[in-house]
């Protein structure tokens, strides 16, 4: 019985070690799109089945992928400013709220790290889909997003928005409409 227990010891520690050397070696490009792919995940609404419990939970995650204040642009929205964390937060879920589904994507982004590794800048597409009392709508938008370093995680900044209807026109991704490039977008 105690081989047993000395076995799976060291098998624990073996893939803790190897988890833990995984995650050191993690370019700082693919920590930044599993970051666009959490920020994703928190925006994301199901409908009836995210309660408030949920809904606190998603907006606290978010406002731990934001720095301490950020700024935003939607160009053709007239959107733009600076918040707190917290305040881009609960500005952020306070649009969701009264939308039925929500669904964001982010794809084919191209990250660029500053030399001192500190800061790096993104640009990606971003494919939203909702359902609201008001009518169903797909947009896609291109993002251009700064972000910083701090304490081992990439947090974002900053971010600025603009439509890409150009861009429907050239890519082969987004022929058939936004929907059909969500079937076909690549991750983040």
């Known amino acids: 019985m105690k081989t047993w227990h ?3 010891g060291l098998a624990a ?14 370019s700082p490009e693919t920590q930044i799109r599993a970051a666009f792919e959490k920020l994703a995940d928190c925006l994301d609404k199901r409908g009836a089945d995210e309660g408030p419990l949920r809904t606190v939970a998603k907006r606290n995650d978010f ?10 642009s939607v160009r053709d929205l007239g959107w733009r400013g600076m918040r707190t964390r917290d305040e881009a937060a ?10 039925w589904t929500l669904r964001v994507r982010f794809g084919g982004a191209a990250v660029t790290v500053d030399p001192d590794g500190r800061a790096a800048t993104a640009v990606c597409d971003a494919l939203v889909s909702f359902d609201s009392p008001w009518g169903s ?16 995680r990439w947090l974002f900044s900053s971010a600025e928005a ?5 861009k429907q026109a050239e890519d082969p991704a987004a022929r058939g409409g936004v929907r059909a490039a969500f079937r076909r977008v690549k991750p983040a």
């Open 162 to 166: 603009v439509p890409i209807r150009r």
């Open 13 to 26: 520690a073996a893939l803790l070690g190897w988890s833990g050397c995984r995650l050191l070696r993690e």
């Open 90 to 99: 609960d500005r952020a879920f306070a649009g969701r709220q009264p939308l």
């Open 63 to 72: 406002a731990a992928l934001l720095d301490d204040t950020v700024s935003f």
């Open 137 to 152: 709508r797909d947009e896609a938008r291109e993002v251009r997003v700064r972000l910083v370093r701090k304490d081992g």
């Open 6 to 8: 000395l076995v799976a």
